[in-house]
Each structure stands twice: as structure tokens, then as C-alpha cells.
């Protein structure tokens, strides 16, 4: 699997719909949705889900944000059923095959992060979505995996968390079945396990809101220095893990945006408490970074900044997409790399 900041053929989104599914902050979370969907499209073409009978809100939002999302006919749309938008964890992983540079689909089973939620159109969407793009060849593999919960950087080294493909609600393999399982069709000599994610993640800990790869060779980690910050604990366990894993002076510490967090604390704003700048997406030229409106954006910024030097670095607003629905830019993007 390439690391995601090499050249994409597209990116996979889905437009936001139900309210129920938004906690009633549907509209604010389509606000950001358009603004992450705007950026992408001036970069690379997108395919765009959009369910039955939401074809006429998309447009309408379109023409009240007044946005121009025609660059370069790398727009397309397609109406398929849905439950959800999460589309890294939903749509097909692609891998490239080293000896021919073909582009080799694998759709993984999906359960609903673990039986949480209705799931039964997003396990079948990814066959469709194969379909839509022309692909033949895939690995249909009968293992529940998200790609939120595998990190790679395209040189052999991934990352992922026991919480999450371990947890009983997922395929129940043990890490040694896992871990080869892993390796196989990711490519990967290493593959480093962390006991967890953030506390309160709704996917058991997703490895993608907590520990990235970059082109640079540093490893950004989300950390704080507070004791009182519900993640304290995990976050300095994982920063001592990766230490013994990796050369200690690849880490670089990411910022959590902590009033944002203490706000989500102390008003019960479950979701928002996992908020963290990990969660950023790249394209094939920018990478776009979560802002929560927090004096730790731009400190973020500047740090994922230094290390993708080939990729211009866009911070956008987040805030409503992860305190409504529990994720953010890179939960909401599944990249198809240039084969």
C-alpha cells in the first residue's frame, strides 16, 4: 500500500445526510463537509457518493455556498445507498503490485465499528464502488478491517492498535494471525502495535486519530503535557512504545487542541473530546489539516508543515464534523493511488 501522500488517481468521499445520524447538526457539519470537499477537488479528481434522494440538497448547498466545484471536470457523482460517510473505513483499500505497478482493489468486511451501527449498505458499497471505478481484480478477503485502524508509510513500517483490531467485536484473530495477515497484503516487513487509541473513540482507536507517517521520515504523534487531559495517560504510553520501535528522533509531538477538549469535558460533548490534528488528509499536492477554532491550530500547522516540504499545507474547519459525528478529514477520504 502506497503512503497516502504519494499520487492519487482520485479520492472517495459522501456527502453528508440524516440528520438523525448528525445530532441534529447536519447543516454546520455541511458547511465543512463542502469546504474539505472544495479543497480536494482543486487538487485531484473525487468520486462522490451522494444517497438517494439527497442529489437536490447537495446542489442546493452548492449554489447557497456559491462554490465552483466544476475545476478541471474533477467532479463526479454518483448516487449509491448509504448508512454512513465514513468512507475510510467503508470503501476498498488499493494496493499497487511491485512487480507490475497494477492497481489491486481489496475489499475487507465492515461490521459498524464493531456492531455500533447499521451497516448493512455500507458492507456492500464497497463491490459497487469497484464496479463505478472499472475494477476487476480484488482481493475479496473475509476479515473485518478498517482502514482508519492501518497506517503505512509506502516503505515497509505500519502502525495500528490493539484496542481496535483486537477487540472482540471485530474478527477475533489473535495480533500473531493479524499481524501476518497485515503484512501480506500491505506489503509490510514491520508493523508496530499500540495498546490504544484515544479515550472515547468510538472506533475502539483508530490508529489514523493518534500516530502518522510523513514523507520527511518523522513520525507525528499526537501529546500533551496534562495531566488532567483525558488522553494523558495513553498518549505518554504510546510516545514510550514507538520510542523503543523507532529512532526516538523521528517522533515529532503533535498538540492536542486542549480548550476544545475541556470544553468537550466539561459540556459532554463526547465526540469533540477526541479532537486532534492526526486526523488530517493528503492529497496528491495538499495536505489538510483539521482546525478547531483553538490557540493549538496553528502551532499544528506549522509542525505538519515541516514535514510534508512538497505539499502545500491547508488548515480548514473541523469542529462540527467531529463533535456531531465522531470523526474527521482523514475518517471522511479514502485515497485510489495512481497505478
Known sequence: MPAQWMPHQLTILAFPFQ??????GLLPVRR??????????????????????????????????????????????????LNDVWMRDIA?????????????????QFNGWGGKFSHHHDSEVGYQ??????????????????????EVDGRGNGMTTR???????????????????????FGLEKLVWL?????????????????????????????TENPHNPHYQVL?????QLSREFDGSCLLCLPLPEQTIEFAVDGDFTELSCANYANFYTTSRSVIVPAFADPADEVAHQIISGCFPNHQVVSLP??????????????????????
Request: aromatic share 8%.
Open 129 to 150: 464502488l469497484m464496479e463505478l471505478t472499472g475494477v476487476s481484480n480484488f482481493f475479496d478477503v473475509p476479515i473485518i478491517l478498517e482502514g482508519g485502524a492501518v
Open 92 to 108: 476498498p483499500i488499493h494496493l499497487i503490485s511491485k512487480n507490475t505497478q497494477q492497481l489491486i482493489a481489496v475489499k475487507w
Open 32 to 81: 465543512e463537509f463542502m469546504g474539505f470537499l472544495q479543497q480536494i477537488v482543486v487538487d485531484e479528481p473525487v468520486l462522490l457518493i451522494v444517497a438517494p434522494g439527497e442529489e437536490a440538497s447537495f446542489t442546493e448547498l452548492q449554489g447557497a455556498l456559491q462554490l465552483d466545484l466544476a475545476h478541471a471536470g474533477n467532479l463526479r457523482v454518483v448516487t449509491l445507498p
Open 19 to 24: 440528520e438523525e445520524e448528525w445530532q441534529g
Open 318 to 339: 473541523a469542529r462540527s464534523i467531529l463533535q456531531y459525528g465522531g470523526g474527521i478529514f482523514n475518517c471522511l477520504a479514502q485515497q485510489v493511488p495512481q497505478g
Open 195 to 223: 495498546d490504544q487509541g484515544l479515550v472515547g473513540d468510538h472506533t475502539d482507536g483508530h490508529i489514523d486519530m493518534v500516530a502518522r507517517f510523513t514523507p520527511s521520515g518523522h513520525i507525528l504523534i499526537n501529546h
Open 163 to 185: 484496542s481496535c483490531l483486537l477487540n472482540p467485536n471485530r474478527s477475533g484473530l489473535d495480533e500473531g494471525e493479524f499481524s501476518q495477515i497485515i503484512k501480506d497484503y
Open 236 to 240: 505518554q504510553e504510546n510516545y514510550q
